[in-house]
């Protein structure tokens, strides 16, 4: 049971003036009394800390400044992801209202893979730009750099990835997991930090006497729908600065003022007031289906789009190509599935970490199909697509599991190509004849802190409701302590002594399930990909049962106002063996 000292919760619930089980939910987050206000009405005005506590953070300001005063030509180098689309639109954004030239530049997952690249940087400075941005990426790009270097191209990096004691020959290296970086600004997603620049500079403009006449300051608030889209997709811990940047962007989309957010939420079909979820499932995949499997910059395209009519074409485009991810995601899920219960059997599971490997899998989705196998076997995972003589790795972890930096250590003994990440998600290039050894490797560096996250493994509880009482009052009363992500775990609750009336399938490998009280009141309850695996089996020949549920509360959206339903994570059979 997840919850802090009653006493305590009784103590939030009376200062902040609401129904003891948000007090219980706050409590039970380690939050104490005197923090409880700022956690449950987060606000940028006291979260924002300084941007100049990051290193570099003042060379970057400077730099951009200058290329500002001198008409400089200004490109923005993004990821292919949501973080990296994000970052480049939110810079895009704030500099192009300056009346900065700027272009953005994403290369191509399948041809010129992550980060920066010789020939992508040097084609840049041919083409008359002067100053390149690099977004989610540039950390571990020494080479690229130094080549741009020499030919006279001043890079800034803007970065949240691990980080090597040296550092890629740059202008300035705006990145708080900096070895030598002291701003505990570690958690920021790179759109995190790219806003942080953007108030820096806007800071340091203001300051300095620029918005005059004819030019207006940047409306900075009007960015956090973009940061907050990046931020919940790069699952950072919302926390701190995150979520206030997460609460408070999560207003400015609803606004719908961003055309292509606008658009992306209509062509998945959002119509409600957005929440992480939105952001995360609907979204979120949308914008990243254009780097898996379509046109890299289509992303960035969409969120920096002005024209309603233009970001529509492009919403609906993402979306088809989202479909076509699904497709090839399901086919490499399955050879990889298949490749694993090989070696282990249908019941067992692999030793420490899952590793998957196969020719002609597609890149774009091997990081999807990492998250899946991590989720069925609960232990950190690389997937990786072999081309010719190169494999190209995605991992995703565990909580607890430093996944970036493994692959650092694994670069510095020489056992893969590159790589890089942060703690929860990394990527790498390697020889495929190293694959096992790099398994090898990952074992026994990784075998004490996956059995430690093992002992922390057990289903968090928050409370124990009953099925009368599971109402969309307490619903809106548990999302009062939103928004819920990493670090902030959607609240789960526990309803006893329910009968299953219906375990029927829906969808790819779903269960949607009907569950009914004593009193006679129902609910639903969906169990996501659970069709196949253990918790299905149990639902399938449990029809007429008594069952504990356990799972998360939400409004019943589909059946129309005051009804409820469950996400299951957890069942036991009454009466069982």
């Not at 206000?37 to 290193?55: E, G, R, T, Y």
């Not at 995949?285 to 780097?291: C, I, L, M, S, Y």
């Not at 199909?369 to 565990?398: C, H, N, Q, W």
Request: proline residues 5%.
């Amino acid at each position: 049971m997840r919850g802090g000292v009653p006493r305590i919760a009784e103590a939030i619930a009376e200062r902040l003036g609401v129904p003891m089980v948000v007090g219980q939910l706050i409590a039970g987050r380690g939050i104490g009394v005197e923090d409880a206000a700022s956690f449950f009405s987060p606000s940028l005005k006291k979260s924002l800390p300084d941007p100049s506590i990051i290193l570099d953070m003042d060379k970057a300001v400077s730099r951009i400044a200058r290329a500002l005063d001198a008409q400089e030509e200004i490109a923005i180098f993004g990821d292919y992801d949501v973080d990296g689309a994000t970052s480049s639109a939110v810079l895009y954004r704030y500099l192009t209202a300056l009346g900065a030239k700027v272009r953005i530049y994403i290369p191509d997952r399948m041809v010129e893979g992550y980060g920066p690249n010789t020939p992508a940087l040097l084609g840049l400075r041919g083409a008359g730009v002067d100053l390149v941005i690099t977004v989610d990426c540039g950390t571990l790009s020494f080479e690229p750099l130094k080549a741009a270097k020499d030919a006279g191209l001043d890079v800034i990096v803007v970065d949240h990835h691990k980080a090597e004691p040296a550092l890629p020959e740059a202008v300035a290296v705006v990145n708080p997991n900096r070895l030598d970086d002291e701003s505990d600004l570690g958690q920021l997603a790179a759109v995190g930090v790219a806003f942080m620049l953007a108030v820096a500079l806007n800071r340091a403009l203001r300051d300095a006497g620029y918005f005059k006449g004819d030019v207006r300051e940047p409306n900075l608030l009007a960015l956090l729908d973009i940061v907050a889209l990046g931020t919940v997709c790069d699952v950072v811990p919302l926390v701190g600065v995150n979520r206030a940047l997460v609460a408070q962007g999560l207003k400015v989309m609803a606004q719908r003022h961003n055309a292509g957010l606008t658009a992306l939420a209509d062509v998945g079909r959002v119509s409600e007031h957005p929440t992480c979820y939105h952001a995360g499932f609907v979204l979120g995949p949308r914008v990243n289906a254009g780097g898996r499997v379509g046109e890299s910059y289509l992303g960035a395209q969409l969120l920096t789009s002005n024209d309603p009519m233009e970001a529509r074409q492009i919403a609906e485009k993402l979306d088809r190509y989202n479909e076509e991810r699904r497709a090839i995601e399901a086919e490499v899920l399955t050879a990889a599935m298949e490749q694993v219960e090989a070696a282990v059997g249908a019941a067992g599971s692999p030793d420490t970490v899952v590793v998957a490997a196969g020719e002609g899998w597609h890149a774009g989705v091997i990081g999807i199909v990492a998250s899946r196998l991590k989720d069925k076997y609960g232990l950190p995972t690389f997937v990786m697509a072999i081309d010719g003589g190169e494999a190209k790795g995605s991992g995703r972890s565990i909580s607890g599991v430093d996944m970036g930096a493994a692959v650092i250590e694994a670069a510095q003994r020489g056992l893969i190509i590159k790589g890089g990440g942060h703690a929860m998600a990394a990527g790498l290039t390697m020889a495929p004849d190293r694959i096992e050894e790099f398994t090898e490797f990952l074992r026994s560096l990784m075998r004490a802190p996956v059995e430690k996250a093992f002992e922390r493994r057990a289903l968090k509880v928050d409370g124990v409701v009953s099925l009368s009482g599971a109402t969309a009052d307490l619903v809106d009363q548990i999302d009062a302590v939103g928004p819920f992500g990493a670090g902030n775990p959607t609240p789960n609750f526990v309803i006893p002594e329910v009968d299953l009336l219906k375990a029927d399938l829906v969808g790819q490998n779903h269960l949607r399930c009907i569950f009914k009280s004593k009193d006679g009141k129902s609910i639903k309850a969906m169990a996501f990909r659970q069709w196949d695996e253990a918790l299905g089996q149990l639902l399938r020949t449990g029809i007429g049962r008594r069952f504990h549920i356990a799972g998360k509360l939400k409004k019943d959206t589909w059946a129309g106002a005051g009804k409820v339903e469950m996400t299951l994570e957890d069942v036991s059979l009454i009466g069982a063996p």
